[in-house]
């Protein structure tokens, strides 16, 4: 069956409501009265109240289909077929009403009898010690063994500190051997080919202070499915950007490149970098975000100024990024109005950063060709660290383009020097963070924009569900 990427969302929404469920609109991407976290990430973000018995639900059973921002995925767009910085989660919520058996028939039924996915094609994940999951899914639901795979904490356990707490399952497609990075390539490898669809989260514990894992007495169930990651299985596509959320986005940059979307993995990479961040840009500044130097605006900056830089591997006539906002409304606009109604306003913010940004590498330019002129008069043939980073920092220069030029004019870069420049800057970052503690989910962010260009590992920002990698 194929259908539209509405038709799922709607679908989806319409399926649950038939289960007795609330359908709740989207939140903001920025979080109301949660200074813990800089973006909604998740569909369960919003009701963290509920779960955690500080208010009360307008209803036991609600759906969602919510607006997510994951900047820890930033290093990954491009990379795989199926991350995004922005993307859609579809999400069904019992707060101590239904549980386990429910979410997994539910999940099940909709997915096997509504969609009409091939049974035969899912793989199971469970917690190892969950038998309960267990039985659900092999005796109730008639999933062979084989494909119900235990595994361990680190990947489906869900938890954060002390708290409510509990296993997860997790839903995965198998798309066929063709997807597979290698012959022998099998269900846990991190390629494309098991894609992770869903995540049913079982709160059932409450993580104590002594170490202990009570059972609740009230359980709750948090689930969350991409939706562009059903839309790619549903619509049969390789990645979730040939499904129609990204197609017409990817066909407007290609009406004004020489370059053609296939033509080669970096190619395409630099298009679908493009395609999610100007998503992720207008939908936060259609919540309000705008570009700044600090919080959330900062991010928004940076994510913006890391597509300028992809549009210009693909020699796109720069300001361009303001330009793909009609589409991106076009495709979203029906659903979050709020970037229909300030259409407007976001391509003018995008296009007057998209010019700053330039300036800011045009000085940068001057300055770097100030440098290269005085390194020579004095003989040298290396570009300091710290000059390097400078040029990074205020300039928005990465160290690759300056190497670059460097090598173009027969220089060199000091990439030592400019690595300790970056662990000083890192270590201010520690301090100014022990000072604001608001601030701590921010400064792993900006750590991690100002470091994506060497792919850093992700440490210490909380994930609301499961993390399988
Ligand atoms: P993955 O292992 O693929 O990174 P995850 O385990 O981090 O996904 P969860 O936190 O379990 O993801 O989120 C629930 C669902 O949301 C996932 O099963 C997936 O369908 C979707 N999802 C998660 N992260 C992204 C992303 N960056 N882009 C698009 N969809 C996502
Ligand atoms: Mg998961
Ligand atoms: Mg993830
Ligand atoms: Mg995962």
Known sequence: MSMTSKEIRQKFLDYFESKGHLILPSAPLVPQNDPSLLWINA?????????????????????????????????????????????????????????????????????????ELKQDRLWISIYKDDEEAFEIWKNKIGIPTERIV????????????????GPCSEI????????????????????????????????????????EYKTLPSKNIDTGMGLERLASIIQ????????????????????????????????????????????SVTLAIGDGVLPSNEGRGYIIRRVLRRAVRYAKKLDLKLPFLHRIVPVVVDIMGNE???????????????????????ETLDQGMVILEELIDELEGEGREVIPGDEVFTLYDTYGFPKELTEEIAQERGYRID????????????????????DHDWSSAEIELFKELRDEIEMPE???????????E
């Open 43 to 115: 569909g369960m973000t919003p009701f963290k109240p509920y779960f955690n018995g500080q208010a009360t639900p307008p209803k036991t059973r609600i759906v969602t289909s919510q607006k997510c921002i994951r900047t820890n995925d930033i290093g990954n767009v491009g990379k795989t077929d199926r991350h995004h910085t922005f993307f859609e989660m579809l999400g069904n919520f019992s707060f101590g009403d239904y549980f386990k058996e429910e979410a997994i028939k539910w999940s099940y039924d909709f997915l096997v009898n509504e969609i």
């Open 150 to 165: 235990r595994m361990g904490k680190d990947e489906n356990f869900w938890q954060i500190g002390t708290g409510p707490c």
């Open 172 to 211: 995965h497609y198998d798309l066929g051997a063709e997807f597979g990075c290698s012959d022998n390539c099998d269900f846990g490898c991190d390629c494309d080919r098991y894609r992770e669809v869903w995540n049913l989260v079982f709160t059932q514990y409450d993580y104590t202070e002594d170490g």
């Open 236 to 279: 049969q596509v390789d990645s979730n950007f040939e499904t129609d959320l990204f197609i017409p986005i990817i066909e407007f940059i290609s009406e004004h490149t020489e370059y053609d979307y296939e033509s080669s993995d970096e190619i395409k990479s630099a298009y679908r970098v493009i395609a999610d961040h100007i998503r």
């Open 336 to 358: 979050y109005t709020e970037i229909a109604d300030k259409e407007e306003q976001i391509k003018k913010t995008i296009k007057s950063e998209e010019v700053k940004f330039q």
């Open 415 to 434: 990439s030592e020097g400019f690595e300790e420049a970056m662990e000083e800057q890192r270590a201010r970052a520690r301090a100014a963070q022990k």
């Open 458 to 468: 992700f440490v210490g920002y909380t994930q609301p569900e499961c993390e399988t």
